[in-house]
């Protein structure tokens, strides 16, 4: 998720994708924000709106593909251990 977007930024869309998933009893969809804004408090911003993990601009697809990998493990995990 772009953290910067015209209309809509990251943060509310991500806030909007995260309400509409409990309001339809949908799976979580894995959120990576992809952002050159990465300071701390950033990321606490991010973490709290429900994205699941950061990339820093600019992006390596590597570093993207195993974000990616990582929330679904995490996500596998949490529904083996439920």
């Known amino acids: 998720m772009d ?12 806030r909007r994708i995260r309400q509409f998933e409990q309001e339809t009893g949908r799976a979580r969809t894995p959120i990576i924000a992809l952002t050159a804004n990465a300071m701390a408090h950033q990321v606490e911003e991010y ?8 990339i820093a601009k600019p992006i390596r697809v590597e570093e993207l593909f195993a974000a990616l990998q990582a929330t679904l493990d995490a996500q596998d995990a949490a529904a083996a251990a439920a």
């Open 3 to 14: 953290v910067q977007m015209p209309v809509m930024d990251g943060v509310a869309a991500t």
């Open 47 to 54: 973490v709290a709106a429900g994205m699941d993990g950061l």
